[in-house]
């Protein structure tokens, strides 16, 4: 199998929700090492802010609840007026869904799971689309084995 081609992320702003552990903080990681300046969204404002602190230069950490549109327009008006918008987002805040029977699930255990895993993933690409070039969407890709967490990057005009 060929190798998928690496979008140059040198220069770039780079936002990742669900950044304060796991797939999100890994790939904000692999991000600023790239050369990326990184926006850490994550509803653990602490844990962002953490991230975004041990990446040092270049990193800017933000509490958002993927769950909460105004708080996803607030932070990347954050994301705008401290770094000057968004270049590539990576929608990564998710839950793992419950492990049981349809009939034994808890409703509103699985109503969580839909309205972050995504609702949550509509909500963060909403909230950042306005904050890209009119050519947004040129490039998506899987940014974990789940079709709920979407990356997108595009090309904005400084």
């Known amino acids: 199998m060929p190798a998928r081609p690496r979008l140059p992320l040198a220069g770039r702003t780079v936002v990742v929700t669900g950044a304060a552990k796991g797939i999100g903080a890994a ?5 600023h ?6 926006a850490a969204l994550d509803v653990d404002g602490v844990g962002a802010q953490r991230l975004a602190h041990d990446l040092g230069a ?15 327009d607030a932070a990347v008006a954050r ?4 770094l000057g918008g968004v270049d590539v987002l ?3 805040a998710g839950v793992a869904p419950p492990t049981t029977t349809v009939l034994a699930i808890d409703p509103a255990e699985f109503e969580r799971t839909v309205e972050i895993d995504l609702l949550g993933q509509w ?19 899987s940014a974990r084995s789940t079709p709920s967490s979407t990356a997108c990057s595009t090309p904005r005009t400084r």
């Open 58 to 72: 270049r990193a800017l950490g933000v509490q958002a609840d993927v769950r909460d549109a105004e708080a996803l």
């Open 123 to 141: 909500r963060t690409i909403r909230a950042a689309l306005p904050e890209s070039s009119p050519a947004a969407a040129t490039w998506w890709r």
């Open 33 to 38: 090492a790239r050369g990326a300046t990184v």
């Open 27 to 31: 790939t904000a990681r692999i991000a």
């Open 90 to 92: 990576v929608a990564n």
């Open 79 to 82: 994301v705008r007026a401290d």
